[in-house]
């Protein structure tokens, strides 16, 4: 059967196709594919360029689209003006392309979906006040996140902007209505007595240390994904009963919050073995690095959709050429 042709897959596409519910199962799925040995990730790689921008690139294989194998990337410059994250699916047997999916609403999902499993396998099973930090682009999708894991009564927000906490604080009320939203004025009247905490903020200093949070929070860790970031002091990482990472490879070299860690284990393991819930012997942390594997098995279900449905754009299959090796040019 001949491959069809690749799809350009928009932002509205993705929207159409995957919600956080249809995420969460393909994150799932994956990661219990990658425990098992049979899908792998390609490890996140970062470089910084021009004194302000940093370009990444992470990626998996072994997840499935229309009952085919796929492999894929996604790849981004952060720069001051903003970023145009892609994902690129190729078919495992025959490396044709698949498709390239515009990836920003896909990232947030991706985020949103490994936080809520973390929360699902890692925070106490009657939590029930959460504190959110950082009201930037990730943290409507965190708040619904945890709100899909456990039955909430209180959300508490901090971010260092008044008007963009009540405002986000507007927006939390609209969409859990039966929940208490608390406008709070410091991280640690926000964080004290929380059940969960998630922080996704891009500070440079820690803001989240071990006398703030009780020996049954869960921390969901997801704005420190570069050396020059840093959210959680070395006293909590030292009081934690458990840290798990999305890649703890990346945990390890790409933040600087675990040096005092004595141990960063596996989601997909936890997911695959669960170890029962909060451990009151600390607080227990989750660290999002950002899992290429989790991206790619989004964008799968994304594509096999969206396939379905007759959506995305039809883009011309690559067609190969040979490059100009010597010089056309007449010698006289």
Request: glycine content about 10%.
């Amino acid at each position: 059967m001949p491959t069809p042709d690749p799809l350009w897959i928009t932002e509205a596409d993705v929207v159409g196709a995957i919600d956080l519910a249809g995420a969460d199962d393909a994150v799932r799925d994956a990661l219990r594919l990658e425990h098992a040995g049979t899908a792998t990730t390609l490890a996140k790689t970062a470089t910084e360029f021009g004194g302000h921008g940093t370009l990444h690139s992470l990626g998996g294989a072994g997840v499935s689209s229309d009952g085919g194998d796929v492999v894929g990337t996604k790849s981004w410059a952060h720069t001051q003006g903003g970023a145009t994250p892609l994902v690129t699916l190729w078919d495992a047997e025959s490396g044709a392309l698949l498709a390239v999916i515009e990836a920003f609403a896909l990232g947030q999902m991706r985020t949103a979906a490994v936080s809520a499993i973390a929360t699902d396998v890692m925070a106490a099973l009657d939590a029930a006040v959460f504190a959110m930090v950082g009201t930037g682009n990730q943290a409507l999708a965190q708040v619904a996140a945890v709100a899909s894991q456990r039955e909430l009564r209180q959300v508490r927000v901090y971010s260092p902007t008044a008007d963009h906490r009540a405002a986000f604080c507007g927006q939390v009320g609209q969409r859990l209505p039966d929940v208490a939203v608390v406008d709070c004025l410091d991280v640690r009247s926000a964080v004290e007595g929380a059940d969960v905490v998630t922080t996704a903020t891009r500070s440079r200093t820690s803001i989240l240390d071990a006398t703030m949070v009780g020996a049954h929070t869960h921390v969901n860790a997801l704005g420190s994904i570069t050396n020059d970031r840093r959210e959680l002091d070395d006293s909590i990482v030292v009081a934690a009963g458990r840290i798990v990472s999305d890649s703890p490879a990346a945990a390890r070299s790409l933040s600087s919050e675990f040096d005092q860690a004595a141990e960063v284990l596996s989601l997909s393991a936890v997911v695959a073995e669960p170890l029962g819930g909060a451990d009151r012997s600390g607080p227990s942390i989750f660290k999002a690095m950002g899992l290429g594997l989790a991206d790619v098995a989004i964008a799968a279900a994304v594509l096999s959709t969206t396939r379905s449905t007759g959506g995305g754009r039809p883009m011309p299959a690559p067609t190969r050429a040979a490059p100009q090796l010597f010089s056309t040019l007449e010698v006289t």
